[in-house]
């Protein structure tokens, strides 16, 4: 129900200013989750269109943001499609530009790891490596027992405990 209502909300932005390219990219990330990469791709391409074409001018968008945030979009979309190639080409694109905010750093973190995954999954594996299910297979399978693992143990810092 959220989506909906979300998804109103951003057409409606994209009707009364068709211009930003914001919206346009929310609505990539909203059509991705939902399955529609196509519609994904076509609203990432008009946007990084729009940001390239007319740079945002409000002086609280840092440089570049809207046009790294779209490839990034749009590379999301293009790799949930299973078409590596152009989600490989938007990855590069982010990391090719100037990263001055931290959204866009954390973009260009995304991209960076993404890009290294599409990219090691493409690697051919040698033929006299072992395949991954004869690995698995080689491998004994943990005990089954139920319960769930103990949580992890938190470690308060020094200054904490001292006052215990």
Request: no cysteine; aromatic share 4%.
């Amino acid at each position: 129900m959220a989506i909906s209502t979300a998804l109103t909300d951003i057409n409606q932005a994209i009707r009364l200013d068709p211009t930003l390219p914001q919206p346009l990219i929310n609505r990539t990330a909203i059509w991705r989750v939902r399955g529609h990469y196509d519609r994904a791709i076509a609203d990432g391409s008009e946007a990084i269109r729009l940001a390239k074409e007319k740079p945002p001018v409000n002086i609280m968008t840092p440089p570049n943001s809207v046009l790294i945030s779209g490839f990034t979009h749009r590379a999301l979309a293009y790799e949930a499609k299973g078409d590596y190639a152009h989600a490989s080409d938007d990855y590069k694109a982010t990391l090719a530009i100037a990263a001055s905010d931290a959204g866009s750093k954390a973009n260009q973190a995304t991209a960076k790891v993404r890009l290294s995954l599409i990219t090691d999954a493409s690697a051919p594996i040698p033929r006299d490596a072992p395949s991954p299910t004869t690995e698995a297979a080689k491998a004994p399978a943990p005990q089954q027992t139920g319960a769930a693992p103990p949580p992890p143990r938190l470690l308060r810092p020094r200054a904490a405990r001292a006052w215990r």
